[in-house]
């Protein structure tokens, strides 16, 4: 079954410190992986896009890693900011339709506190 | 910045009652999705559009219809609305151009049936 998990659920930290959040699938076959960023009552923007071939990309303070073949992903973090705080959502895309269907986590909510 | 319109943001409205959630993009994007969403879990795909007069059921079974008359415009119907229709909905449009296909989110309609 194709299934995004995401750890932690949830995540406080004081501004300025850095934090790695966490992404595990099993989505095959994989195209690729995206990491969005969701304010509450907004709707998701997107952060990164890596495909197969990249094990980093940089947006910013924000990197992300992919390791495709433990199929795992992470979002760093860096110099946090009270702007921060949002839910950030996981997202793989297979190659196995003409849909490019995505595949949702359930996100990990982080709260910066100054 | 994506430019993708959702209204009304938010709806408050009794059992019974016929609303439409309305969702414009001026990108031009042929692909457009509607997706529910709870507090605190994954995006449900609901429906999809591959363009004008193309419209697909999505994962989630939904009791809504939608619309795709022009490329732009792609609204959601509940003819009848009940309690469990209380969610969020987030309407996408997705790029076609480059090797990897963006979805842009609009900022979504908060449902609330009475």
């Known amino acids: 079954k194709n299934q995004v998990e995401q750890s932690p659920q949830s995540l406080i930290i004081l501004e300025g410190k850095n934090c790695t959040l966490q992404?595990?699938?099993?989505?095959?076959?994989?195209?690729?992986l995206r990491w969005y960023k969701q304010d509450t009552g907004r709707g998701p923007v997107s952060l990164t896009i890596?495909?197969?071939?990249?094990n980093t990309k940089s947006n910013g303070r924000y990197t992300a890693t992919l390791d495709a073949d433990t199929k795992q992903s992470s979002l760093h973090i860096t110099a946090s900011q009270l702007s921060d705080s949002a839910s950030y959502i996981c997202v793989v895309s297979d190659r196995g339709s003409t849909l490019g269907r995505l595949y949702f986590g359930r996100g990990t909510q982080l709260t910066v506190w100054p | 910045e994506a430019d993708i319109y959702q209204t009304p943001r938010y709806l408050v409205i009794g059992t019974g009652k016929k609303i439409t959630l309305e969702c414009s993009q001026t990108?031009?994007?042929?692909?457009m999705y509607w997706y529910q969403q709870d507090p605190g879990m994954e995006l449900h795909l609901i429906h999809y559009s591959y363009g004008v007069n193309s419209t697909e059921k999505g994962d989630l079974s939904s009791e809504s219809t939608v619309s795709r008359i022009r490329t732009e415009h792609f609204p959601l119907t509940l003819e009848s609305a009940r309690p469990s229709h209380t969610s969020q909905y987030l309407c996408a449009s997705q790029s076609t151009s480059g090797s990897i296909y963006e979805q842009y989110f609009g900022p979504g309609t908060r449902l609330t049936v009475t």
């Open positions: 990108m031009g994007h042929d692909k």
């Open positions: 890596m495909t197969f071939s990249e």
């Open positions: 992404c595990n699938y099993t989505v095959s076959p994989f195209s690729n």
